[in-house]
């Protein structure tokens, strides 16, 4: 039979009412105690207050007796007093400790011990005291009976009357003359204590045992009940039972608690769903991996193994993995399980081997540790995949490679492979060694734009991250000779890495044949103009002849000049004559040979200075020029030079077919005009001529930009105008087209990119 302090131990329930039932015990103990303390100590107080008065009363009242000196009376009055309930004693000391009156006759004239218990109160010191508090001259003690006893003492003191003849005669300064000592029987009062102090017990125990069943009750309902449900529900929880109902229908922290645990069963059963599922997926994640596992012990034996390893190589129960694999009879050599089980690390590895049906094989083979729960290890994994397939592509790959940088090597033209964003040389074929006269150790590893002029090099790396084809770029070999070359940039793949492949290709030459057909077109340009440049030079030369003419003829006569007159004569002649140099010079500009580099440039002067040489032809022929330019046009790549050659073409072949056209049909229908219009739109700005002339057939607009092709007439052009033209407008990056003008003829269109800005 279990031990109470077992019983105890084991049931919450005990422990609850146990420790309440102590607390609640030591709680009405204490309160009993204070309690019959409290009546005690009233009793006592009242006793003692009406002892007190009794004695005061009695000293009052012999008071008068003593002065007249009548015993009689005294002694009447302690009898008459003696007689009340519970007065045991009455006795009046003189200062010798004499009785000098009692209520018992046998005691009086008799002597008492000065230190006994009633004449300690004043002889405790010498001399005696005269005034004592009542606290002080009470005294308790029992009787021979057993009974307990009150004494109160109360000192008689000398009045003045107590000195006279009268009375007995005392000296002033005694101020003590003796004593009175009532005693009184506690005993009814001890039976009154005794007896509240039985019906304070019988109470406390009645509101232990109250006490006691409701707390049981309390904690049966609200503790043990809800707990054993609670007990209830996790154990079926822990069976697995997580949706199990924990209903307790309170608010207070024990519904809290069924509440937390089936919110608890819910997070449970979600998570362990979830475990399943993680399970099942690892499984068939084990099963289903497209390649061999096994799980061998400390014997190499086989302890596990997925579907893969079960299909490829049927083992049978307790084979051993190498035998399993390649029908060894003993481990394999340099085996990584058994480095795993040796250093507790996962060994990687490649092996090459012959399979069970003779073929040879390669695999990847992986190890990890498998451990118990103290950490040691027990088992390990072993996870083969097999890359024979990967080998002979590697196989195949690499003699391609070899193939490619045999091809790569071999191209004519020089290519770099660059790193996408720092432009750096990572490698590069054998022509660059013959363009730039560098080895190709010396130039992996460096930037790209190294190669080019320094003062070029940020706008190069701008262009390059904007364009894919950089026409016409400067650049100096390793003889310091200055050449041109166009740029292709295309984005490629290299060793597992976004890269540049930049094919460079030596254009100076061509470059130097397309400058000089340019140049022969300017000059025959300069042939058309000349008609309109030798009118622009006559008019300045007429005025200055004409004022020369009037200055002779004045100095001849010796006439006086007004100076209003010669100051207007000589601006004019200064305003004809920087005229005149303007042409000179523009021309001049004009006929000489141009750099082929671009720089950011407005179509809007271009397009002025191109009309300026050309306005003065167009006005005499009586061609009206209307213009629609926009002023905002933002900046574009070009060359003003050969742009400016582009738009004069344009001009005249404008001026050419209005004329031609005017040929055959009368004049008063066709209107002689020529519009100059520049747009812009979020990426492109256009510069476009229009005129109308006779226009352009749409079956020969395809033809008309290939070179000598012309629908004038022999001898008034070369058909080499419009194909130049094209060339100039694709080297700026831009295009060129021809479309019919709503007005009658055509509109010649050039389209170039805006230039963004790098920031």
Known sequence: MPSLKAIIHESLLLKLLASVGLLLL???????????????????????????????????????????????????????ISKQHDIVNIRIYNKQGEIKYSNHDAEIDTVTNIKDEACYICHRSDPPVHQVSLAETVRTFRSESGYRLMGVISPVYNEPGCSTDACHVHPPDKKVLGAIDLVVSLEEADRELARYERNLVALAAFIFLTTSAMILLFIYRFVKYPIKKL????????????????????????????????????????????????????????????????????????????????????????DFCYHAYKGRWEKCVDCP??????????????????????????????????????????????????????????????????????????????????????????????SVQAVYGLEREHLIGTCFLNLFEPDERETLAFRMATRAVLNQVRHVGADDRLRYVDIRISPSEY?????????????????????????????????????GVAHELNQPLSVIKTA??????????????????????????????????????????????????????????????AFEIFSQQLKVRG???????????????????????????????ARDAIEDRSDHTPESIIPRMIRLVTTRNTKTVTVSVCDTGSGVPEPIRSKIFEPFYTTKKVGKGTGLGLSISYSIVKECGGKIDVTANPGGGACFNLHFPIVKDPS
């Not at 309170?250 to 608690?257: I, R, V």
């Not at 084990?286 to 390893?309: A, S």
């Not at 072993?382 to 890359?387: F, G, Q, S, T």
């Not at 900046?635 to 344009?650: D, F, K, T």
Request: charge should be negative.
């Open 623 to 653: 061609i009206e020029v209307i213009w629609q330019t926009d002023p905002d046009l933002p900046r574009v790549m070009g060359n003003p030079s050969r742009l400016e050659q582009v738009i004069i073409n344009l001009l005249i072949n």
């Open 26 to 80: 030591l709680s009405l103990a204490v309160w009993g105690f204070f309690n019959f303390r409290y009546m005690q100590q009233k009793m006592v107080g009242n006793i003692t207050a009406g002892t007190q008065r009794l004695s005061n009363t009695i000293r009052l009242g012999t008071h008068y007796a003593m002065m007249l000196n009548s015993r009689d009376d005294i002694k009447q009055i302690i009898n008459n």
């Open 337 to 430: 399980v058994e480095a795993t089980f040796a250093d507790g690390q996962s060994h990687y590895s490649e092996e090459t081997g012959v399979d069970k049906d003779g073929s040879i094989k390669h695999w990847i083979v992986r190890t990890s540790p498998i451990r118990d729960e103290t950490g040691k290890i027990v088992a390990a994994m072993e996870m083969n995949l097999d890359i024979s397939e990967r080998k002979q592509l590697e196989e195949k790959l690499e003699l391609s490679e070899k193939k490619y940088h045999a091809i790569f090597n071999n191209i004519p033209n020089p290519v770099f492979v660059l790193d996408i964003r720092r432009l750096e040389i990572l490698d590069c074929n054998k």
């Open 231 to 318: 007990i209830d529900g996790t154990r079926r929880i822990e069976m697995g039972d997580y949706s199990a109902p924990v209903e307790i229908d309170q608010a207070d922290e024990m519904g809290q608690l069924a509440k937390a645990i089936r919110q608890m069963g819910t997070a449970i059963d979600s998570k362990q769903s979830e475990l399943n599922k993680q399970r099942d997926q690892f499984q068939n994640l084990f099963e289903m991996v497209p390649c061999v596992i096994t799980v061998q012990d400390r014997g190499y034996r086989l302890i596990g193994y997925n579907r893969e390893f079960a299909h490829k190589f049927a083992p049978k129960p307790g």
């Open 548 to 609: 020369s003419n009037f200055f002779m003829r004045k100095l001849k006569k010796k006439e006086p000049i007004r100076d209003e007159i010669l100051l207007t004569m000589s601006e004019e002649i200064d305003s004809h004559v920087e005229r005149a140099t303007k042409i000179i010079n523009h021309m001049r500009q004009f006929g000489r040979k141009s750099d082929p580099n671009l720089e950011p440039i407005l179509l809007n002067e271009v397009l002025e200075r």
């Open 495 to 531: 060793s597992g890495q976004q890269v540049l492949l930049v094919t460079i290709s030596d254009v100076t030459k061509r470059l130097e044949a397309e400058q000089q057909l340019i140049q022969a077109s300017k000059m025959a340009t300069l042939g058309e103009m000349a008609t």
